[in-house]
């Protein structure tokens, strides 16, 4: 599923391309995604310019002088800036054509979103609940220390509740609980100020990489261009069961911890 890093490396890959261009028509093949597409869409957009490409956790928001147009590529998706001649294939459900280029959503499994509001979208159901961004400033330990306290939820599943920071996904948790050297099911309200400061860190960290090895692939995810993402060959322990531990060079453990499987290292995680 394509987490922050993923979806922030689509971001970029696809701005300066649409940016600051007239949409031309919209071209809705299924308009049954996990949410109806709504039906007024090409009306909407026809002959309006996209402004800016924003991001808000894994959701992408195309700026509109009228609106926003909100799209989440869910299990699988992808979106590509192609060709309008480009034939569109089985799973190629959206195209948003903006003169001789046209940004095409891919959604094999069909549990993305194509979504308009002409409010601001931080009040949209989808977005207002959510957490903090954890590239931004406002993240930092005391924020994960504060809304720790009292809360017996494993760490794991504590970092990867969207309501308190957004696009820590499962990869990205296992691989920044390793780098901080917190076990992964350690009760979150039992984690000190210090440790937490130390994640915090180590989120940034494993986030700001990944987005610059341009994401991880493990099946489905590409970049805008196509390319897959390269942040795998970086990977310290997830999927690494038995592997020796970088650090220690003990063997990497796999447990279950709320339903994912969550990959440690017993000596080293604490």
């Known amino acids: ?26 071209v809705v093949r299924q308009p049954r995604l996990r949410w109806p597409v709504p039906e007024e869409l090409p009306e909407l957009l026809a002959r309006r310019t996209l402004q800016r490409v924003e991001r808000r956790a894994k959701y992408l928001l195309l700026r509109f002088g009228h609106g926003t147009l909100i799209l989440h590529l869910g299990m699988s998706g992808s979106l590509r800036v192609v060709s309008p001649r480009t034939p569109p294939q089985k799973h190629d459900h959206f195209d948003l054509v903006l003169g001789n280029r046209c940004l095409r959503l891919r959604d094999p499994r069909r549990f993305g979103a194509v979504l308009w509001t002409g ?15 954890p590239l931004e400033a406002a993240f930092d330990g005391a924020h994960l220390h504060r809304r720790s306290r009292g809360r ?7 970092i990867m509740d969207g309501r308190i920071v957004v696009g820590v996904g499962n990869i990205y948790a ?7 050297g917190i076990h992964p099911a350690r009760p979150c309200g039992r984690i000190s100020l210090e440790r937490y400061e130390r994640l915090a860190d180590a989120i940034r960290r494993t986030l700001a990489h990944a987005i610059e090895q341009g994401g991880t692939t493990l099946r489905d995810f590409r970049q805008a261009d196509g390319r897959p993402g390269y942040f795998v060959q970086a990977l310290k322990v997830y999927g690494r069961e038995g592997v020796p531990c970088p650090r220690c060079g003990a063997p990497v453990r796999q447990r279950v911890i709320g339903q994912r499987s969550s990959f440690y290292c017993g000596r080293c995680q604490r």
């Open 1 to 26: 599923m394509p987490e922050l890093p993923e979806v922030e490396t689509t971001r970029r890959g696809i701005a300066p391309l649409v940016e600051g261009r007239r949409v031309s028509h919209v």
């Open 119 to 133: 409010e601001d979208p931080a009040r949209h159901p989808l977005l207002a609940n959510l957490g903090l961004e």
């Open 174 to 180: 296992s691989e920044a609980l390793f780098d901080a």
């Open 152 to 158: 017996a939820t494993a760490v794991k599943n504590f």
